[in-house]
């Protein structure tokens, strides 16, 4: 298997131990001894529901689910909802409205299964009553492209949502339900509060802390966000359910998926193979294009003093990064082939060096493939098509270089998401 193939297979078991279809069934609970109600969000929320109702053939469901647009799949007794994502949308809100008013009805020995995963903040999007959905879409927005990492961004979203932040959990819990959620986590650390903004997760931010996210990343929000921030931080509002709250007493959340867990599921191929793996870590933030410098800067102690490892060698990672747009520019592509394109260019002239990255969703930013893949001939091989690796890293169009360099990689909505997989390979 060559080096590109060995590294494609790689992401592929990466993705493969993420699949609600193989792991959701060994994590159900008991048959309730009331009624079961299925809720959730994310971009793994369909293929969640079918694999509940796989598991449970005999056993009365209902319920309501929302999915990324073109993530759906066909169930029997769980609707599949399918909305915006990463801003909200109207399809999002009104599922989000059916979701509340179901759970809000729901009675002792009934159970609430919640299906979380990533992507969930913007599909289960319900905005309190005095923010508008336009105006919840604006600051979303504004958010995405101020280069805030998605943890600060669900703050503020937790405190504009009459479900996140613990929400959804305290209006089951507080009518005597029990309440698990299952999770499939997308963010570093995996904590329940930062996965889709945890809407079965007691919360420890604060109205304050959403305004200081704001002033950080000098987001201008509509002023009904920051008249309600503001209204919050002085109390006139509840703030969000916080840990020493007695209604989580009947609530679990079970993180069943993580990024680290699919890190060592690719890294086995590369053992398996009789190379050598290492597992960097699944906690990798910051800007694409500066991390990209750090692992270059590896890359080459490894090249020139075979420390702190010897090739032949994988390096492997995870994790978010951000790409911060200037004001005007669209950009194309997204903070996985930023990083790869930034990699490229430190990289130019490093003989033996190949790389992925992918996000495990399958989508990368704003377009339709999931990454893409760096080999030696890729920075020539574009600028054939006059495509240059420094002036697309410089309009941040990463998805034109490596089109132009044939080396995207499409698998379509993989209808899971553990974040972000990236992969060197020194030869």
């Not at 932040?165 to 339900?177: D, F, M, T």
């Not at 802390?209 to 950080?216: C, E, F, G, K, Q």
């Not at 987001?219 to 709250?245: C, H, I, M, N, Y």
């Amino acid at each position: 298997m060559n080096a590109v193939d060995l590294m494609r297979a790689s992401f592929d078991a990466a993705v493969a131990a993420a699949d609600p279809l193989r792991i959701v069934a060994n994590c159900l609970p008991d048959r309730p001894l009331g009624r079961l109600l299925v809720v959730g969000a994310g971009k793994a929320a369909a293929s969640m529901a079918l694999a509940v109702e796989r598991a449970w053939p005999d056993v009365p469901l209902e319920g309501v689910v929302i999915t990324r647009y073109a993530h759906g799949l066909p169930t029997a007794h769980i609707r599949v909802v399918e909305a915006g994502h990463p801003v909200p949308d109207a399809a999002g809100e009104s599922a989000s409205r059916e979701i509340l008013q179901r759970v809000s009805a729901l009675r002792r020995d009934d159970l609430l299964l919640v299906l979380v995963s990533g992507g969930g903040s913007s599909l289960l999007s319900l905005p309190v009553t005095d923010v508008s959905m336009s105006a919840l879409k604006s600051v979303t927005s504004m958010l995405l492209a101020s280069g805030a990492p998605i943890g600060e961004i669900n703050v503020v979203r937790k405190h504009l949502s009459q479900i996140a932040g613990g929400r959804l959990a305290a209006a089951a819990s507080a009518r005597g339900a029990q309440v698990l959620a299952l999770i499939i986590s997308d963010v570093t650390g995996d904590s329940p509060t930062d996965i889709a903004s945890g809407p079965c997760a007691a919360d420890p931010s604060t109205y304050a802390d959403a305004l200081a996210v704001l002033s950080r990343w000098n987001v201008f929000a509509p002023a009904e966000v920051t008249t309600w921030l503001q209204r919050g931080a002085s109390g006139e509002v509840p703030e969000t359910p916080k840990p020493d709250d007695s209604l989580f007493a009947r609530v679990e959340n079970r993180v069943i998926a993580t990024a680290h867990q699919s890190l060592e599921a690719g890294a086995e191929v590369f053992r398996s193979a009789g190379m050598q793996a290492v597992v960097l870590g699944d906690t990798v933030t910051g800007e694409a294009r500066e991390v990209a410098k750090v692992y270059a800067a590896l890359v080459r102690e490894i090249k020139m003093h075979s420390q702190p490892f010897k090739a032949p060698v994988a390096l492997i990672s995870g994790g978010e990064c951000t790409v911060t747009l200037p004001a005007g520019s669209q950009g194309r592509g997204g903070r996985c082939t930023e990083f790869l394109l930034s990699l490229a260019v430190e990289l130019e002239g490093v003989p033996g060096v190949y790389a992925l990255a992918c996000d495990t969703d399958g989508i990368d930013g704003s377009e339709d493939n999931a990454g893409a893949w760096l080999a030696l001939d890729s920075i020539d091989h574009a600028a054939r098509h006059q495509v240059y690796s420094r002036t697309a890293l410089d309009r941040h169009d990463a998805h034109g270089f490596f089109r132009a360099a044939g080396s995207l990689i499409i698998t379509g909505p993989t209808r899971t998401n553990v974040n972000d997989y990236r992969v060197i390979l020194i030869s």
